[in-house]
């Protein structure tokens, strides 16, 4: 089962996906409602799904060209604070392979640090059940303000040095009130970063993944995590510049689905009540690592089996210039 989240820029829906259409279900006005109610009833989130007989055209929607637009398949309405953006990285070969070359891995004749952390989940990153396996590379990306649809740009800020997608698959996540963390599905997404800035120095990573990044258009309601086909492309001038195909799910990498959620959620400061989690599991390929830097303009796009339809957006520079951010004191 597929769902999407839709807006009249007055009120919002929620829609099931059904071929060309998208049946309106009128009971819940966003994913977040559904999955408390899942919750609440102890039925899982398929047995509530009650589409009406209202309905949309998919293509008008998906094209940008209806009244009703998409939002991220997932978030927390009216409080985008709630919402908390992360991911994992180094848990495919090529990803690790990636980052290695990136950062001159071959001029140093020894093992880095990012090959190290990769070798470790291969031997301990998907443990026995019951067990717990080795922590895999985490990193911080925002809340929710920094989630884009379907269609919306991504931003490179006036303090970036470029922006380059990363097509990945992540976890959608709600939190009950007794701190249970709930997997709601999975949806394709750009995680979206800029590669140039982490390749000055391999410690800036966590500076290069605050950007914004996009989910969607559908969130999938299922557990299937396994291996998870793809392709992933850019264009420009309406044509296709640079595509790869993309490898994900846990046949494809190096740490289980349980291991990652496990060491995200073992933090207390993560199972709030009713905060929304969204967590990506890595990509193993991006343009940027074969020599592509993209313009505005260009469209990314990401598609994965299963995943609906494909997400696409573009990139925008904003270029104002940098200014100076300036703190005011209190103590006077």
């Known amino acids: 089962m597929n769902l999407v989240q839709l807006t009249d820029g007055t009120r919002r829906q929620v829609a099931l996906v059904d071929g060309a259409s998208l049946q309106i279900i009128s009971a819940y006005e966003s994913v977040h409602g559904l999955a408390n109610a899942a919750i609440d009833t102890g039925q899982p989130?398929?047995?509530?799904?009650?589409?009406?007989?209202?309905?949309?055209?998919?293509?008008?929607?998906?094209?940008?060209?209806?009244?009703?637009?998409?939002?991220?398949?997932?978030?927390?309405?009216?409080?985008?604070?709630?919402?908390?953006?992360?991911?994992?990285?180094?848990?495919?070969?090529?990803?690790?392979?990636?980052?290695?070359?990136?950062?001159?891995?071959?001029?140093?004749?020894?093992?880095?640090?990012?090959m190290r952390m990769y070798r470790w989940g291969v031997e301990g990153g998907k443990p026995s059940d019951g067990q717990v396996g080795t922590a895999p590379e985490w990193f911080y990306k925002g809340n929710?303000?920094?989630?884009?649809?379907?269609?919306?740009?991504?931003?490179?800020?006036?303090?970036?040095?470029?922006?380059?997608?990363?097509?990945?698959?992540?976890?959608?996540?709600?939190?009950?009130?007794?701190?249970?963390?709930?997997?709601?599905?999975?949806?394709?997404?750009?995680?979206?970063s800029d590669h140039k800035f982490e390749r000055r120095n391999y410690l800036y990573l966590a500076h290069s993944k605050l950007r914004t990044c996009s989910l969607g258009p559908e969130i999938v309601i299922?557990?299937?995590?396994?291996?998870?086909?793809?392709?992933?492309?850019?264009?420009?001038?309406?044509?296709?510049?640079?595509?790869?195909?993309?490898?994900?799910?846990?046949?494809?990498?190096?740490?289980?689905?349980?291991?990652?959620?496990?060491?995200?959620?073992?933090?207390?400061?993560?199972?709030?009540?009713?905060?929304?989690?969204?967590?990506?599991?890595g990509a193993d390929a991006f343009s940027f690592g074969s020599g592509i830097d993209l313009h505005d303009g260009d469209v990314m796009q990401v598609s994965f089996e299963g995943f609906g339809r494909p997400l696409r957006n573009p990139l925008l520079h904003v270029r104002d210039g940098e200014q100076l951010t300036t703190v005011q004191s209190l103590a006077s």
Not at 100 to 107: E, F, L, S, T
Not at 156 to 183: F, H, K, Q
Not at 238 to 266: D, P, Y
């Open 45 to 114: 989130i398929t047995a509530l799904v009650q589409p009406t007989s209202e309905s949309l055209s998919y293509d008008e929607v998906w094209a940008g060209s209806a009244k009703w637009h998409l939002l991220p398949p997932v978030d927390y309405p009216g409080q985008p604070h709630r919402t908390l953006i992360s991911g994992t990285g180094l848990t495919h070969l090529a990803s690790v392979q990636r980052r290695d070359a990136m950062h001159n891995a071959a001029a140093s004749g020894s093992e880095t640090d990012s």
């Open 144 to 192: 929710g303000s920094i989630l884009r649809a379907h269609n919306e740009a991504l931003i490179v800020p006036p303090y970036g040095e470029d922006g380059g997608e990363e097509p990945e698959v992540a976890g959608l996540y709600v939190i009950g009130e007794n701190g249970t963390p709930y997997r709601i599905g999975f949806a394709q997404g750009n995680e979206f």
């Open 222 to 281: 299922s557990d299937a995590f396994d291996s998870i086909a793809g392709k992933v492309s850019v264009e420009r001038d309406g044509q296709e510049l640079w595509s790869s195909v993309i490898r994900t799910g846990e046949a494809n990498m190096c740490h289980s689905l349980a291991n990652m959620e496990h060491h995200h959620f073992k933090y207390q400061q993560h199972r709030e009540p009713g905060d929304v989690h969204i967590h990506f599991f």
